[in-house]
């Protein structure tokens, strides 16, 4: 159940009307807006009179929930959520509620050149964080496993050379004692319903890019994003990445309509691989701005200075010549939508 309470409603009388509402067997969630307070009321509610609620003096109105989740759910907090990140340079970048985001680099950290050239190639031709996995969750246990905590100390170096804030992939939980002077926890397709793991993230106070599992549902993925959310942190990007379907043309199929469909459902801000969900490089500019004509509030883009030659997901990662050409059309989709681009 969720209640919205007039404008205007002191700080004190919310307290005081929170543990009214408490006493009453619930736990409340509250999400203060710009112009709006709002309690999300989580529990057994079958003890609470939606016509009572609505005489209280407070209350301007009341609306069941259908969805399981509540603090994910736009009803619950009506404004876009927007997630700023200050990086290095101490530049502010924001994604979500207007700002869009480019996020862009190798799939993996190989070396010392390859990390700093890219980032040197994606920050020039406008992207607003590097991307680059140091542990990667790779299908065959033969395969290149990233390079660990070399590769992030990699990273990070990549990170100041450029003043870029960094998105990377945590895998498991011990692997937070290494994440310091990371800006963004990626969360992976494998990952999205490892519950342990997302309740843990809770605790943790850097934003979460939470990436749809392979076989997952938008209310699986919302749910997912809700254990994050329960547990205190409210920070998280959604990312569609495409999920499995009968056709195997490409790696995987894209679901743009997840982005309208997303951002119907929720405030949190919600990003686009065109990397992961197609397998061609090829294929990303198209999808790319497909993603950001529906809406998206940024994209995730895997770019490689050697693509031949890269450890992991060559056939998919575009060249620094032909990101940047993609930025000059990205950077017109975003004005057309309305969006600032960072
Ligand atoms: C990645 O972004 O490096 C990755 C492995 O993506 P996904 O979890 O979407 O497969
Ligand atoms: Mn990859």
């Avoid at 494998?190 to 939470?210: A, D, H, S, V, Y």
């Amino acid at each position: 159940m969720i209640v919205v309470l007039k404008q205007g409603v002191a700080g004190g009388e919310v307290d005081a009307f929170t543990v009214e509402l408490e006493r009453r067997g619930v736990k409340i969630h509250l999400s203060r807006g710009a112009s709006q307070t709002v309690l999300g009321l989580v529990g057994d509610t079958t003890g609470i009179d939606q016509e009572g609620l609505l005489a209280h003096h407070l209350v301007e109105k009341v609306l069941r929930v259908q969805e399981p989740y509540k603090r994910a759910n736009r009803m619950f907090r009506p404004e876009d959520t927007r997630i700023d990140v200050e990086g290095p340079d101490g530049v502010l970048r924001s994604i979500g509620a207007g700002c869009a985001a480019i996020i862009a680099g190798p799939c993996s950290v190989e070396n010392r050149d390859q990390i700093v050239a890219v980032a040197r190639a994606v920050k020039e031709a406008g992207a607003g964080f590097l991307r680059g996995g140091a542990f990667k969750p790779r299908t065959s246990p033969y395969s290149f496993q990233g390079l660990g905590c070399e590769g992030l100390d990699l990273l990070l170096e990549a990170r100041k050379e450029t003043g870029l804030p960094v998105v990377t992939e945590l895998m498991a939980i011990h692997q937070l004692e290494v994440f310091d002077g990371v800006d963004v926890i990626q969360i992976g397709a494998r990952n999205m319903q490892n519950f342990t793991l997302l309740r843990e993230l809770g605790r943790c106070r850097k934003p979460i890019l939470l990436k749809r599992g392979l076989a997952s549902t938008i209310t699986e993925l919302l749910m997912a994003a809700e254990y994050i959310m329960a547990g205190g942190n409210d920070r998280i990007i959604l990312c569609e990445r495409g999920i499995r379907t009968f056709d195997s043309y490409t790696r995987n199929t894209l679901d743009i309509s997840a982005v309208p469909a997303l951002k119907r459902q929720t405030h949190l801000p919600v990003i686009v691989d065109p990397s992961h969900a197609t397998g061609l490089a090829w294929m990303v500019p198209s999808m790319a701005k497909a993603a950001m004509a529906a809406g998206a509030d940024g994209l995730i883009i895997e770019v490689h200075n050697n693509p031949e030659k890269a450890l992991c997901d060559g056939e998919q990662s575009v060249t620094p010549e032909d990101f940047s050409s993609l930025m000059g059309s990205l950077r017109r989709y975003a004005e057309f939508e309305g969006k600032t681009l960072s």
